[in-house]
């Protein structure tokens, strides 16, 4: 089988195996945080921090929430890191933003965050802030979860089908998922541009 059958095979299957009562756990958590007039914060590194910036796109204009992701600020990232080190970088951000407990931390990650093995540590610290505060988790991560999967109030976990393509099966579908629940209808707060042209 060519790579591309390979790939395309594995994205299939991972789209038969995702929880999907996870994903409605995830959907009433985000309308809950919504009617409270809340907000939701995206935290992802790497490619993950890419697509928090789209996520936020999304979920202010299509689903009506306010939405933020400390990585659309570099000035104020590469500051906090400067002067308070990369661990804590975001849990400053949050702090900063005033985080309580009708906001939501959404997290977009491959492992999730792993105190042990020193991987993304901002998230561990982020989501120990998070849970102080009260605020719901929610998150889209891969492999066994790591810690958010542990500590989430709902989490989706992309299947691991093949540990060669680990990273690009779960950041394509924590594009998937937040596409599949800010074009729910129960989300959507306004209609998407293709999809209104007659």
């Not at 089988?1 to 996870?22: F, G, H, W």
């Not at 933020?68 to 104020?76: A, G, K, L, Q």
């Not at 020193?118 to 891969?142: D, F, H």
């Not at 979860?145 to 690009?168: F, L, M």
Request: aromatic fraction near 8%; hydrophobic fraction near 40%; charge should be negative.
């Amino acid at each position: 089988m060519s790579y591309v059958n390979e790939y395309l095979a594995e994205a299939r299957t991972i789209t038969e195996q995702i929880n999907k009562d996870d994903i409605e756990r995830m959907v009433g958590i985000i309308l809950d945080i919504r009617r409270h007039n809340g907000r939701l914060f995206f935290l992802g590194v790497g490619g993950s921090a890419g697509n928090a910036s789209h996520a936020v796109n999304d979920f202010r204009k299509i689903a009506g929430i306010e939405s933020y992701s400390p990585c659309d600020n570099i000035s104020e990232l590469t500051a906090r890191t400067n002067d308070d080190g990369w661990e804590s970088v975001f849990v400053g951000w949050l702090k900063g933003s005033h985080l309580n407990n009708q906001d939501g931390v959404f997290v977009l990650s491959v492992g999730g965050g792993n105190q042990e093995k020193n991987v993304s540590v901002n998230l561990v610290r982020a989501l120990e802030y998070a849970k102080k505060t009260g605020a719901k988790i929610v998150g889209i991560v891969g492999r066994d979860g790591g810690y958010t999967g542990r500590t989430a109030d709902a989490c989706v976990i992309i299947p691991t089908i093949n540990t060669a393509t680990v990273t690009a099966h779960t950041e394509a579908f924590q594009a998937v998922i937040w596409h599949l629940i800010v074009s729910d209808p129960r989300m959507r707060a306004t209609e998407m541009k293709w999809e209104s042209v007659k």
